[in-house]
């Protein structure tokens, strides 16, 4: 270990002239650098130096030790410059040409400076985004000198190579992240419920241990885009006073469809001047007191039902569609209700819904996206006489989703946009989507990608890495400034690959998916090649599957939707496609058997693949059930659950997946709550 040196004169000097310029950290395990930090600490600089701290230890050996710039013992000659220091300043260090959020990473002498442009709130960010420039040239100097990768969450899924010695070459760049918004939001119900979990400390640090893998992917914010259905309220605050705010039905009211009890998703009347100045009147309550460095945008996102106004103002803007002639609800006035406003095939509004859940290309629906623009933009020309940078915060979404055609945004609209990408990726999903994406960019949107992709799939293995990556390249090159997925359900032991490439193009949009798979399949070592053919063989069944398929999957299995994957998973897992898992996964466990590392890592695909067996068989159990309900057949399901349940209990800790939205799934989704005997049914 280190012992303080009391004068700096008498500095430890492991620093080489034969290795030119090149800054030592550490030299055969031994410790010949000290981390120096800012006297006054905050909580991105304090994360930042645990994770350095941590990393370096677990590649070398050895801990480096941290003194604050203030005092006068010094340690070692060598130094990394951790946080903005006065000294660091003197040695021409200038952060003030960095954008929100940037970092520099520079090695020259016998310092190594990591800093970056960071505000005082915490880690992670909770109602408003905090700069982690420190923490990201940690992170940038972790990947590249170290090649550090985080696989999935937990130390098991952290890949860092070993280095006895630790030389850093001179080096000096600059950094940023690379949206200003880049999130995938764990569901609510995974951090609130414990149901699905034995042992409610491995719920609590499995959670703690994705939120840290998502920090070290960099998947936060910078700055908020985080907006949704916003008017909620409307209804009940100008139903009496306004009612033109409000859709007008093909029956002449301006009102909520029937089972719409409160009125919270109300379509709007979106031609309405007095609805424009009511949005802006309500903004402009909202930012009173707020900078204009941190205005947030009006939020102009329409609540969750599709565009349905007949009125002649609104009608105006659409652009023509031959689609409005073949539409009951728009040429002969049939009205769905609120639960058939996604699924009204028949009505073809938004017949831009499958029955489990999926958006597709509706031959019977028209686009409203023309009119949702022109809102858009009257929107945005109200605030901008109110504040001059004023933006707007749209969706397209629903039936207007598809680009408009005649309408072209003016500078300043932000669209959220919500693509019908989901399991199974289709080729044909992946050009309608790079279509519609080109298009809303070609009328001048910013865009925010927001897709429900990573909800579908529950524990399945199913692949659909490479096909995303393609497409969130492509987007990414055209107007892309943020994103939000829906949602990190975490699959982490069969879906590994796709997820770990969702996460890793966030910070390398321009690279080819094989080679941030190759990433992922090198932490295998010896297994490397075993361990991709196993995936190789989820991604050709993952790609076989058509959407058609699906729907009718779920149609023969009793419906569910796109989140219940559940439902169907025997059907995408059949005996032979598992018989045939099982075989190539053992060829991966035998190929790394010598390596620990790796064969711990392929024991945890393993206890992935055995969860899904599990889990089949429980289904198959409960299905016998539903069709024979008899005791015996529920005792027996019961038992089949059971298994699953204590399998579960027995590897949770190892972060192999989310226990608790796995559970929430099957037990509402599927039915199995009726199998409960011995627990709170109403947990
Ligand atoms: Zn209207």
Redesign the pocket.
Known sequence: MFSPLVSTTLLVHCFSLASGHAVELVQDGNACAEIVVPDSSYPVLDFAIQELQYHIERASGTKLPVRKESDPNTYFQNKIFLGLLSSSVKDGIDLSALPPAGYLVCARASRLYLVGRDTSGNVGGDDEPTWHGTLWAVYDFLENELGVRWLWPGRLGEYIPTQKTIRVPPCERHGAPRFQDARLIVPQLSREATFGWADSSNHDRFLKEQDTWLLRHRLVATKSLQYGHTFGDYWARFHKTNPEFF??LPDGNRIPLAGDRDGTNVAL????PSLWAQIVADWQEKIKGVSSDSLPPVNVCENDTPGL???P???AWDSPDPRFDISPYWSQGKIPTFKERFHGKGFGIAGTSTPWGGVVLPEDAPSLSDRYAMFYNAVLQLARGVCPHATVFGYAYANYWEAPKQTHLHEGVIISFVPPLWFPYTTEMSRTFRKNWQGWRHAGAQLVLRPNLMLAGHNLPIFYAKRFAADFSYAAKRGMIGTTFDSLCGAWATQGPTLYTIARIHTHPEWKPAQILDEYYRAFGPAKVAVRRYFEFWEKISNKLTEADVGRFHEEEGGGGFKDYVLIADRICTPEVLTEARRLLQIAQNAAQDNDEAAARAAFLEKGLRNVELTLETLSAYKTYKRRPDESAKKAAQGALEKLMKYRASVEHENICDMGYLAYREMRGAGWKELLTNVDKND
């Not at 009347?269 to 309405?272: A, P």
């Open positions: 859709a007008l009347c979106l031609s309405q106004c007949t009125c103002s609104c009608r």
